[in-house]
Each structure stands twice: as structure tokens, then as C-alpha cells.
């Protein structure tokens, strides 16, 4: 692998690399109009924001995120991408409780192509013969079973924007299949390369 390569993986890793304008956004808008839209706690200085079983800490005047409880961890660029994101432009509409694939949202079948393809094969390969363990993995970070396929759970991506697993497991006739859902108001709280990122963190939590 180049340098230059590597160079550009280790530039997009953590969220102490999220370019400033991100955080201009959010010190453009009222923090309590902000917290209330996503569903977070504004304490006067920092923004707590449930994501995905963890609490976030974001400050704003620092350009600092922390998880809460483990101020050692070093927070990913995709977290902070959504959590900036839902804090600088999240309507605060509450979810439908309809479902739909990420590629059904407006612009979605163009974007979630190539590149931006949702990583739903982690979830096959580690639970297509486990299936129960996708509902355990789901509730030990407050998710929840749900109905459909061999096994389906829904988690909390943002307080106000559920997302979805479906696994259908392996058997002797077809590979393990899994599939992703969102709320389909999501657009509402996060942009597609949001939507984008949140996935993979689901994914890395459930299947890491």
C-alpha cells in the first residue's frame, strides 16, 4: 500500500481530524434548539447525545468528543461525522416506525453504490449461523428483538432515529443473508454519508 494511501486512511480515522466548518455549524445554531432536535441533553457547555449504547460528550468550544464513561477512548471520525451531522441539522421529527432500506431514501439508490455499499456482509459472515446471537449482541446495547426474517432486532442509531437488522441465516440451499433498515424519516436527522456512517458503526458494534 502507498504512503499516500495510508496517510489518507489515518487523515479520515478519528474525530479529533473533523475539519473545523463541521463545528462552525454547530456554534451557528442554539444549543438548546440543537439538543432538543436530536433528542440530546445541553448541559451549557457540552452536548450529551445517545448513539448506538454509549453516550457522547460534545463540546463545541473544544472541538472535543469524548464517550462518556470512557474519556480514554478515542472517538472515530464516522461518530463524529454523526454526531456533528444530527446536531448541526436534525429537524427533530420523531421516527414513523415504517422501515426501509437506506438505498429507498431520496438519493439513496445512487449512493449507497461502489464505496458507499452498506456493509451488510460482516453481519451475515458473524451471525449466519448464529442468529441468535445477532438478539444478543442487539439487546447488550439496548436494542431490541423485533419481528421478520430468522432473526431481526431494531437499535437506537440516535434517540429519534432507529435502525434495523434483518438476518436470514445459512443453510444447506443459501448463504447467510442480512439486510439493513432505517426509519424512513432519516433525512430528517442526518444527510446519506451520514445515514452511511451510522450504519457501519451499527455494524462494527454488533459484529466487531
Sequence with gaps: MSRSVDQ??????????????????????PAHEA???????????????????????????????????????RVSYQSGVVLLGSLAKSMGVPPSGRMVTPQALTGGSLFFTGAHSLA???????????????????????????????????????????????????DDEFAARAVIGIDDRALFHLDLAGIFAL?????NRLAG
Excluded at 489518507?8 to 445554531?29: G, M, V
Excluded at 436494542?143 to 438476518?167: E, F, H, I, N, R
Design 35 to 73: 439538543a432538543n432536535a436530536v433528542g440530546a441533553v445541553w448541559d451549557g457547555l457540552v452536548f450529551k447525545v445517545p448513539m448506538l449504547g454509549f453516550t457522547y460528550i460534545v463540546d463545541p468550544l473544544q472541538q472535543r468528543i469524548l464517550r462518556e464513561g470512557a474519556e480514554a477512548h
Design 199 to 203: 450504519t457501519n458503526i451499527m455494524v
Design 120 to 170: 451488510v456482509q460482516p453481519l451475515a459472515k458473524r451471525f449466519g449461523h448464529d442468529p441468535q446471537g445477532l438478539i444478543t449482541k442487539a439487546q447488550a446495547l439496548g436494542g431490541q428483538q423485533t419481528s421478520g426474517a430468522d432473526a431481526a432486532v431494531t437499535l437506537c442509531g440516535l434517540p429519534l432515529l432507529p435502525l434495523y437488522v434483518l438476518l436470514w441465516a445459512a
Design 8 to 29: 489518507k486512511d489515518e487523515l479520515f480515522r478519528w474525530s479529533d481530524q473533523l475539519p473545523t466548518p463541521l463545528w462552525d455549524d454547530i456554534r451557528a445554531r
